[in-house]
Every structure is written in structure tokens, then in C-alpha cells.
């Protein structure tokens, strides 16, 4: 299944480096910098956050507060201050993080010299981690191999796992294999090494706890990529979307808000019955797609909105809008710490993003049926 996945993600990597060609875009916001575009390279220090999005991305310099990088093809290289959330085809680290790591991907290297200060948390279909790991090491993926010095306790969950003769563990090593397990005698654990059965409550709990830590980390990440996506190979659904919301704004709430209530309801209710259950998952699964579609188009409005303010030929290109995408997620995270008001003006663009694509998607299918009935 992870090699299915893998694959559709190094596809869509290639769709957004051919949509995108030479279209790129960057601006900075105070000490923070954000680029989007076919091929991103950040060679010069940036003292606060950066936000990178694209076909591929090299961080070949310093940082000194978080990075957020999502693309088909990621390299990192450079150092970063405080922690380091990537998500991409092909993920490749090499540098130096002070803070914590969550990574996720098709294939994720941590290469030999890599020295990742904190806690790490990757998931993946192909991990290998031959850096240093200054605390605790959670590894999720179908193949998996560790021949790198851990600081803290090492847990891994696999298919495939292979621990290398120059692995160093200071804690305890344990893990969960649906296959191979194989350890070199050369390999040193301090604390020992212990098997969890998948029943095992605790178990179950750490593997939830680190499972939480990559998707919370990484849920940006996800909205970035599925918004480029949608500004990429849907350009006129993603416009319209977005704009359904401005032009229809009690429509997009009202719609939002059955969807929001009414799809657990009638899955629930599915549940009750053997026969339903298989369609109640499917509800739930496309349930949770639709939330991140809903936020992706909230953002996608205030992003377009901005755009159209500034004028001129920004708003047709495709760079520009998944530039003022980032902005306007970070705009999102910001307001919604603001009190009282911040929290509600987001929820509320959060429910009509929802409605909005709802609107514009049974339109989309009318407008076929009519055609075909035609």
C-alpha cells in the first residue's frame, strides 16, 4: 500500500513541476521568507521561518526559526534554528536541526553526518536514518533501516526493519514488525531491546502519540500541496470555489454547516447496520478529506482576495497564487490565537470553504449530467 502511495505522491510532484514551469514566486514577511515555485533554492541565511512549496526544494543555508518545506523533491543541507515539519516525494536530510523533527514521505534519508538536535518522527515507505539523533527516534514505514547514534529511546513500527552495525541507542529499542526484524551484532542498545505485540494497549498508545505528532505537524503541509495541486490542475475550480465563497457567503456557511453535522450523522447511523459499515468508512475517510478541501479554499479566498487588491497580471499566475496560498495560511494560524474574534472569523471561514466546494463540485456534476443528457 505505502509503495502505491509513494508513487502517487512522486506523481504528483512531476504534475506540479510541469504545471508550474518557470513560474515562481517569493516575498518575505518581516524576518520570514516564503517561495513557491518549480524549482526553489534558499542559499541565503533567513533569520525567522521559511515556507517552501514546490516541484523541488534545496535548503542549502541557515534558518533560524522553523521550516516548513513541502515538495516532490526535497534536500536539505543547510541548519536550522528551531524545528524542521517536511513532507515530499523524495526526502532527503542532511544538515543540522536544533529543535524537533516530523517528516513524512515516500522515501526520507537522513544521511551520514546529519546531527538532528531533539525528538524525530518520521513516516514513510522507505526510511533509512544513518545521522545522529540527540533524543528519542519514532520511525513509521514499510522498509526501514537505522545505522545512526540515538540519543533517547528508538521505537519503530515496519514491515521490513534493519538496524546496521554502527547503530548506537542510549535508551531502550523497541518495535512492531509485520515481517523482518534483523539486527547486526555489532549494533549496541543500552537498555535492550523489546518486541511489542500490536494488542499491547501502551504500544498502541506510543504508536498513536508519534502517528499524532507527524499528521498534526504535517497537516499545513498537506493544505499547502493539495491547494497547489488544485491552483495547478484545477485553476478555474479553485478561482470559482474561492469565490463562491464572496459572492455567496450565507449559501457557502449554511451549505458548510449541514455538511459539517449531516456526513458524521449519516455515517453513524450507517454503522448500525453490518451492510453499512463499509460505505460508513468510505463517508468518514471522504469526510476527512473534505475538511482539509474546506480549509484549503478558505485559504485559497483570502489568498485570491489579497492577489486581486494588489492588481496587475499577479492574479493569472499560477506562482503568485500559491505564494498568497502560504500567506494566507500563515494569516489563518495567526488570527485564530487572536481572542474571541480570531478563533470565530476562521471557523467561520473554515464552514463556508466547506460549503464553498461543495457548491461549486454539485455544480460541476450538474453542469456534466446536462451535457451528457444533451
Not at 10 to 25: P, Y
Not at 39 to 65: H, Q, W
Not at 172 to 188: C, E, M, N, W
Request: aromatic share 6%; charged share 20%; hydrophobic share 50%.
Amino acid at each position: 500500500m505505502s509503495r502505491v502511495w509513494t508513487a502517487g505522491i512522486l506523481a504528483l510532484a512531476g504534475m506540479i513541476g510541469v504545471a508550474w514551469a518557470d513560474d515562481t514566486a517569493r516575498a518575505s514577511v518581516g524576518d520570514s521568507r516564503l517561495s513557491a515555485g518549480d524549482s526553489v533554492t534558499l542559499d541565503e541565511y533567513v533569520p525567522g521561518n521559511v515556507y517552501l512549496a514546490g516541484g523541488r526544494i534545496k535548503l542549502d543555508d541557515r534558518v533560524g526559526g522553523n521550516a516548513f518545506v513541502t515538495g516532490g523533491d526535497v534536500d536539505v543541507t543547510g541548519s536550522i534554528g528551531r524545528n524542521l515539519y517536511a513532507a515530499g516525494g523524495d526526502l532527503q536530510i542532511e544538515g543540522e536541526v536544533e529543535g524537533t523533527v516530523r517528516a513524512a514521505g515516500g522515501r526520507i534519508r537522513v544521511a551520514r553526518g546529519a546531527r538532528l538536535r531533539k525528538d524525530v518522527s518520521l513516516a514513510g515507505g522507505s526510511v533509512e536514518v544513518e545521522g545522529d539523533v540527540g533524543e528519542d527516534l519514532e520511525v513509521y514505514g514499510e522498509s526501514i533501516v537505522i545505522n545512526g547514534v540515538i540519543g533517547g529511546d528508538l521505537r519503530i513500527a515496519g514491515e521490513d526493519i534493519r538496524i546496521g552495525p554502527d547503530t548506537r541507542v542510549a535508551g531502550h529499542l523497541k518495535y512492531r514488525s509485520g515481517g523482518t526484524f534483523v539486527i547486526d551484532p555489532k549494533a549496541q542498545v543500552a537498555k535492550g531491546i523489546e518486541e511489542r505485540d500490536a494488542d499491547d494497549h501502551g504500544w498502541l498508545k506510543k504508536i498513536g502519540r508519534g502517528a499524532a505528532h507527524v499528521g498534526g505537524a504535517l497537516f499545513s503541509l498537506g493544505v499547502v500541496l493539495l491547494g497547489a495541486l488544485m491552483i495547478l490542475g484545477l485553476p478555474s475550480f479553485s478561482r470559482e470555489a474561492a469565490a463562491t465563497i464572496r459572492h455567496e457567503w450565507w449559501q457557502s456557511a449554511g451549505v458548510g454547516c449541514v455538511m459539517l453535522i449531516g456526513v458524521p450523522f449519516a455515517a453513524a447511523i450507517l454503522m448500525i447496520t453490518l451492510i453499512g459499515i463499509p460505505l460508513a468508512l468510505m463517508m468518514i475517510f471522504g469526510y476527512m478529506v473534505l475538511l482539509m478541501l474546506g480549509y484549503v479554499i478558505a485559504a485559497l479566498f483570502v489568498g485570491d482576495l489579497a492577489l486581486e487588491r494588489l492588481g496587475g497580471d499577479r492574479i493569472k499566475s499560477l506562482g503568485w497564487r500559491v505564494l498568497f496560498l502560504l500567506l494566507a495560511l500563515v494569516v489563518l494560524s495567526v488570527a485564530r490565537h487572536l481572542p474571541l474574534i480570531g478563533g470565530l472569523a476562521v471557523a467561520l471561514l473554515f464552514v463556508a470553504g466547506i460549503g464553498a466546494f461543495t457548491m461549486r463540485s454539485w455544480r460541476g456534476f450538474r453542469q456534466k449530467g446536462n451535457a451528457v443528457a444533451a
